[in-house]
């Protein structure tokens, strides 16, 4: 799910970027094949994710799946280490937590739900929705709404302190910087 989950958010962000032609580097042989049509999808969720990845394929003018050995995919090997021992994020970088998966509906395992992107993204072009992640932060940090479910709430305020409100816009605190992230759909 994690690398499904990585190569739909990155196709999003793609699109929104502009971007028209697309090589999509992975290292799971098996999430690049099965994009690839090369084999088939034996599980429901992998298989929703194909199609859901599908849907976006159209608005490209041409995307490539390539696979990449795992000891060749430096970056990746950065961005976890960077992810896991909680280092300095390099200038360029973009971290988000993904709460929910794209598809079906169950939360996503707190370790499952870091996702490191290379992305600058400081004057991009976003879309927003009325209802996405980062709405509950947002009501939370205006006027104190909380959430119904008591765990979730709790989650919610326990990471409300990592973010922020500047000019209307939510905004994640870099811990090791003072640099502001900009929170996107």
Request: charged letters at 25%; one cysteine or more; glycine letters at 6%.
């Amino acid at each position: 799910m994690a690398e499904y989950e990585a190569c739909l958010h990155g196709i999003r962000l793609a699109v929104e970027l502009g971007v028209k032609g697309l090589y999509v580097h992975g290292d799971s042989a098996l999430v690049i094949n099965q994009l690839n049509k090369e084999l088939d999808t034996t599980h429901e969720k992998m298989d929703l994710y194909c199609k859901e990845i599908r849907k976006w394929e159209a608005i490209f003018y041409g995307i490539e799946y390539i696979h990449m050995v795992q000891d060749k995919n430096q970056g990746a090997d950065v961005l976890s280490k960077i992810g896991s021992s909680r280092a300095q994020i390099p200038q360029g970088v973009f971290v988000q937590d993904l709460i929910m998966p794209s598809i079906g509906g169950d939360l996503v395992e707190k370790e499952n739900s870091k996702a490191l992107f290379v992305h600058n993204i400081q004057n991009a072009p976003l879309t927003t929705s009325s209802a996405n992640w980062h709405t509950p932060f947002i009501k939370y940090l205006t006027d104190g709404t909380s959430l119904q479910d008591k765990t979730e709430n709790e989650r919610l305020i326990q990471r409300s302190r990592n973010y922020l409100l500047a000019d209307g816009q939510l905004m994640r605190k870099n811990a090791n910087t003072e640099i502001l992230l900009k929170c996107i759909t």
